[in-house]
């Protein structure tokens, strides 16, 4: 007999070599129709995997991760069986789930895929998906992995097995298909009940330019057709508040190829939403005690590689700029924090000078590839709101919490309700991708755990999300159409500290370490926009709007008394344009809606005679007359709603 320890800290036995989908039929008859993938203390397994040892296990259904991630990778397989069996002789890269469905990286040769081809392959998946094969795993040697996929002619394959480890190699069968993978997958193809093929793009292998480029198929698969249906609808949605098209639509920010790719341009509109954004986090910092620094685009090639950003992203960032100095390097700066370490050392501290706080709108730059360039969301240049705490240990769970009530407050004035936190932590078997001693590393991960414990948040773990100096919580977001959002991240760091010999005298009199913390609430402003663009659908909060009012005179002749309206209007701080062109009203009304201008001011004979201005709502029809006064009043106390 095992013991089993279940998530509720219950204990119970079953004999050894029962599977996760036996252990859910003995709870329930439905949960075991539900149980799509296990996690066996701290790896994700097949449910139809034996566990022969005592384990502490969570049984995984749709509506979590782990269930949708085996889900859609057994889906993506499917997919590559349907496509072996359309078009024999093609070559099959990677396949992953992905954040919504998943793709597979296929080399056609000679053949063709276009969208027209997508319902035959639909068509395809669902006649294998019925056919109920089992997903089936098998140990195999790295020399008989190498020679199978020698006899079936796959470099990418063979590319793959080489950098594997002989001992840790599985190969998936089902039906007439298989594939190299490490799994988990469901028990089989019948769970698969509704397909849609989203897109086709080209993906170069292994992310590298200068591969060969794959075609990658982007799909998504449900356990349920309505599941389908309501996610086709949200696609649908989406659209509409694409930022890009939004953006465009407002006048928010363009792209230029003069200037290059992923490098945006804001436009006055943009600007100004930017500014206010940037304003209304400068004042809540102040409020806690942030100073604010500015530091330059640039550093010299050292500074990076002692912060270690030179090893980290020198293959992802802009090469190197040389001077005319023989041997001078200067790199785009990749991270803000380096800078900030500099300025902490500008002089001696002592423990009474900690916490010292220093904030920054600082624009870093990445070579992220062509490719992979989306919008606001995926630039090459991109602004943090970033902020760096240099405290001593024992104000490090304080600095955390204060950090967290930062966040927290940013959701809520911006109407983010739903979100998750990620406590986000070094991969336990491969320390070789980050800085740093064990020791250092256990102080900030339970320092991260034990705070956002007192703070009572719910909180999901990550093992191997963790950057590179020091483990992260991470914000998730929904936006209004359900989907999630990384945004804000803090970050726990003694690595930076010791790399860059910061100190400060204790009251030992004695040198100390400070603890540094990293945050943006933000994340990076770009994104931020975008994933505000999209979760308003344009329509933002009157305090944060570009333009709060826009003056529609009826005719030319009102020209005069509108100006003198919204001179009025802007010396109170409340923002308006003015529309004189000489159209009619209605069609000045229609146009400036499509703007998403909160409130449409129409002035005339009448208001000219009573002093005021007829008030429209925005999406919302006619308020009525009001004075002038009246309604800066009125603005005032909805603004003061919003950010109260």
């Given at each position: 007999?095992?013991?089993?320890?279940?998530?509720?800290?219950?204990?119970?036995?079953?004999?050894?070599?029962?599977?996760?989908?036996?252990?859910?039929?003995?709870?329930?008859?439905?949960?075991?129709?539900?149980?799509?993938?296990?996690?066996?203390?701290?790896?994700?397994?097949?449910?139809?995997?034996?566990?022969?040892?005592?384990?502490?296990?969570?049984?995984?259904?749709?509506?979590?991760?782990?269930?949708?991630?085996?889900?859609?990778?057994?889906?993506?397989?499917?997919?590559?069986?349907?496509?072996?069996?359309?078009?024999?002789?093609?070559?099959?890269?990677?396949?992953?789930?992905?954040?919504?469905?998943?793709?597979y990286d296929i080399d056609l040769g000679e053949k063709t895929i276009s969208e027209n081809d997508f319902p035959k392959i639909e068509k395809k998946m669902l006649e294998l998906a019925q056919q109920k094969n089992d997903f089936v795993c098998s140990n195999i040697t790295k020399a008989d992995a190498l020679k199978y996929f020698s006899e079936k002619n796959d470099e990418?394959?063979?590319?793959?097995?080489?950098?594997?480890?002989?001992?840790?190699?599985?190969?998936?069968?089902?039906?007439?298909?298989?594939?190299?993978?490490?799994?988990?997958?469901?028990?089989?193809?019948?769970?698969?009940?509704?397909?849609?093929?989203?897109?086709?793009?080209?993906?170069?292998?292994?992310?590298?330019?200068?591969?060969?480029?794959?075609?990658?198929?982007?799909?998504?698969?449900?356990?349920?057709?309505?599941?389908?249906?309501?996610?086709?609808?949200?696609?649908?949605?989406?659209?509409?508040?694409?930022?890009?098209k939004i953006g465009k639509e407002l006048e928010l920010f363009t792209f230029s190829q003069n200037v290059g790719l992923g490098l945006p341009l804001w436009l006055p509109r943009g600007a100004k939403l930017k500014e206010r954004l940037e304003n209304f986090l400068k004042k809540v910092q102040k409020e806690y005690g942030y100073e604010q620094v500015s530091t330059p685009?640039?550093?010299?090639?050292?500074?990076?590689?002692?912060?270690?950003?030179?090893?980290?992203?020198?293959?992802?960032?802009?090469?190197?700029?040389?001077?005319?100095?023989?041997?001078?390097?200067?790199?785009?700066?990749?991270?803000?924090?380096?800078?900030?370490?500099?300025?902490?050392?500008?002089?001696?501290?002592?423990?009474?000078?900690?916490?010292?706080?220093?904030?920054?709108?600082?624009?870093?730059?990445?070579?992220?590839?062509?490719?992979?360039?989306?919008?606001?969301?995926?630039?090459r240049g991109f602004t943090q709101d970033d902020a760096h705490i240099f405290c001593r240990p024992d104000q490090l769970k304080e600095e955390f919490l204060k950090v967290m009530d930062i966040v927290l407050y940013i959701f809520k004035t911006l109407d983010f309700k739903s979100f998750i936190t990620q406590v986000s932590l070094r991969d336990k078997n491969d320390h070789?991708?980050?800085?740093?001693?064990?020791?250092?590393?256990?102080?900030?991960?339970?320092?991260?755990?034990?705070?956002?414990?007192?703070?009572?948040?719910?909180?999901?773990?990550?093992?191997?999300?963790?950057?590179?100096?020091?483990?992260?919580?991470?914000?998730?977001?929904?936006?209004?159409?359900?989907?999630?959002?990384?945004?804000?991240?803090?970050?726990?760091?003694?690595?930076?500290?010791?790399?860059?010999?910061?100190?400060?005298?204790?009251?030992?009199?004695?040198?100390?370490?400070?603890?540094?913390?990293?945050?943006?609430?933000?994340?990076?402003?770009?994104?931020?926009?975008?994933?505000?663009?999209?979760?308003?659908?344009?329509?933002?909060?009157?305090?944060?709007?570009?333009?709060?009012?826009?003056?529609?005179?009826?005719?030319?002749?009102?020209?005069?008394?509108?100006?003198?309206?919204?001179?009025?209007?802007?010396?109170?701080?409340?923002?308006?344009?003015?529309?004189?062109?000489?159209?009619?009203?209605?069609?000045?009304?229609?146009?400036?809606?499509?703007?998403?201008?909160?409130?449409?001011?129409?002035?005339?004979?009448?208001?000219?005679?009573?002093?005021?201005?007829?008030?429209?709502?925005?999406?919302?029809?006619?308020?009525?007359?009001?004075?002038?006064?009246?309604?800066?009043?009125?603005?005032?106390?909805?603004?003061?709603?919003?950010?109260?």
């Amino acid at each position: 007999m095992i013991k089993i320890t279940f998530p509720d800290k219950t204990i119970r036995e079953y004999n050894k070599g029962i599977t996760g989908l036996e252990i859910a039929k003995s709870l329930s008859n439905q949960l075991a129709k539900e149980v799509l993938s296990i996690t066996v203390n701290t790896e994700i397994w097949d449910i139809t995997r034996p566990i022969n040892s005592d384990a502490s296990i969570k049984l995984h259904k749709w509506n979590d991760a782990e269930g949708k991630k085996a889900f859609w990778h057994s889906s993506s397989h499917l997919m590559a069986e349907a496509l072996e069996s359309l078009y024999p002789g093609i070559k099959f890269g990677i396949g992953p789930s992905i954040e919504n469905g998943f793709y597979y990286d296929i080399d056609l040769g000679e053949k063709t895929i276009s969208e027209n081809d997508f319902p035959k392959i639909e068509k395809k998946m669902l006649e294998l998906a019925q056919q109920k094969n089992d997903f089936v795993c098998s140990n195999i040697t790295k020399a008989d992995a190498l020679k199978y996929f020698s006899e079936k002619n796959d470099e990418y394959k063979i590319e793959l097995i080489t950098d594997l480890e002989d001992g840790t190699i599985t190969l998936y069968k089902q039906g007439d298909f298989t594939d190299l993978c490490k799994g988990p997958h469901l028990p089989n193809t019948s769970y698969i009940k509704a397909i849609k093929l989203l897109n086709i793009a080209g993906a170069y292998w292994r992310g590298d330019e200068k591969n060969k480029q794959l075609t990658r198929i982007y799909a998504i698969t449900f356990p349920k057709k309505k599941l389908l249906d309501e996610y086709l609808v949200m696609l649908e949605e989406a659209k509409k508040r694409d930022h890009r098209k939004i953006g465009k639509e407002l006048e928010l920010f363009t792209f230029s190829q003069n200037v290059g790719l992923g490098l945006p341009l804001w436009l006055p509109r943009g600007a100004k939403l930017k500014e206010r954004l940037e304003n209304f986090l400068k004042k809540v910092q102040k409020e806690y005690g942030y100073e604010q620094v500015s530091t330059p685009h640039i550093g010299n090639v050292n500074l990076y590689k002692t912060s270690g950003h030179f090893q980290k992203y020198g293959k992802d960032s802009f090469q190197p700029i040389k001077t005319p100095q023989e041997g001078e390097e200067f790199m785009l700066k990749p991270m803000n924090c380096p800078h900030h370490c500099e300025i902490y050392k500008f002089k001696p501290r002592s423990y009474k000078d900690l916490p010292v706080r220093y904030a920054e709108f600082g624009t870093v730059y990445r070579y992220e590839q062509s490719g992979e360039l989306h919008g606001l969301t995926r630039v090459r240049g991109f602004t943090q709101d970033d902020a760096h705490i240099f405290c001593r240990p024992d104000q490090l769970k304080e600095e955390f919490l204060k950090v967290m009530d930062i966040v927290l407050y940013i959701f809520k004035t911006l109407d983010f309700k739903s979100f998750i936190t990620q406590v986000s932590l070094r991969d336990k078997n491969d320390h070789e991708k980050y800085i740093g001693t064990d020791e250092n590393w256990k102080k900030a991960e339970d320092a991260i755990i034990e705070a956002v414990d007192e703070k009572g948040l719910d909180y999901i773990v990550e093992e191997g999300e963790a950057a590179f100096y020091g483990p992260k919580l991470d914000f998730i977001v929904r936006d209004a159409i359900g989907r999630k959002w990384q945004l804000g991240t803090i970050q726990v760091d003694y690595n930076l500290p010791e790399r860059f010999e910061l100190e400060y005298i204790g009251n030992d009199d004695k040198k100390h370490r400070p603890v540094m913390i990293h945050r943006a609430p933000f994340g990076s402003m770009e994104r931020f926009i975008a994933v505000l663009i999209e979760h308003t659908a344009g329509k933002f909060p009157l305090w944060l709007t570009p333009d709060q009012a826009v003056i529609l005179p009826i005719s030319e002749k009102f020209n005069d008394y509108a100006k003198k309206v919204l001179n009025h209007l802007n010396n109170c701080d409340i923002r308006t344009i003015i529309d004189e062109r000489n159209e009619k009203v209605g069609r000045k009304i229609r146009d400036n809606e499509l703007k998403k201008i909160p409130y449409l001011l129409i002035v005339g004979e009448k208001e000219i005679e009573n002093n005021t201005i007829s008030v429209r709502k925005q999406g919302e029809g006619d308020m009525g007359a009001m004075t002038i006064e009246k309604f800066i009043e009125y603005i005032n106390t909805e603004v003061k709603k919003q950010i109260s």
